[in-house]
Nanobody, 119 residues
Framework: QVQLVESGGGLVQAGGSLRLSCVAS????????MGWFRQAPGKEREIVAV????????YHADSVKGRFTISRDNAKNTLYLQMNSLKPEDTAVYYC????????????WGQGTQVTVSS
């Protein structure tokens, strides 16, 4: 079983920056597609960004495009989300998740880290 642990969340003022990290256990991290998701109170969970196993392809939701950047360091079994120009609308619990190359769902999830952006 793969375990994912997020860190880096916190309270920040609008316009500020945070860098989230997600550390994975095991030796198969480099084979997984990884994603960042978020869920705000009263709203459905939404995809924020996705990165393929070797980090050569990324996707960012329109709401964060140009402000957030997903990346990974397979040598460190770590996924990152650099969050710049934060807005109050970014306030949510952020989760990292992993799926196998041929999988259709994310099988492994972290515990989540709270990001709160004040105006």
């Amino acid at each position: 079983q793969v375990q994912l642990v997020e860190s880096g969340g916190g309270l920040v003022q609008a316009g500020g920056s945070l860098r989230l990290s997600c550390v994975a256990s095991g030796r198969t991290f480099s084979t997984y597609t990884m994603g960042w998701f978020r869920q705000a109170p009263g709203k459905e969970r939404e995809i924020v960004a996705v990165i393929n196993s070797i980090g050569s392809s990324t996707y960012h939701a329109d709401s964060v495009k140009g402000r957030f950047t997903i990346s990974r360091d397979n040598a460190k079994n770590t996924l990152y989300l650099q969050m710049n120009s934060l807005k109050p609308e970014d306030t949510a619990v952020y989760y990292c998740a992993a799926r196998t190359q041929l999988g259709t769902k994310y099988d492994y999830w972290g515990q989540g880290t709270q990001v709160t952006v004040s105006s």
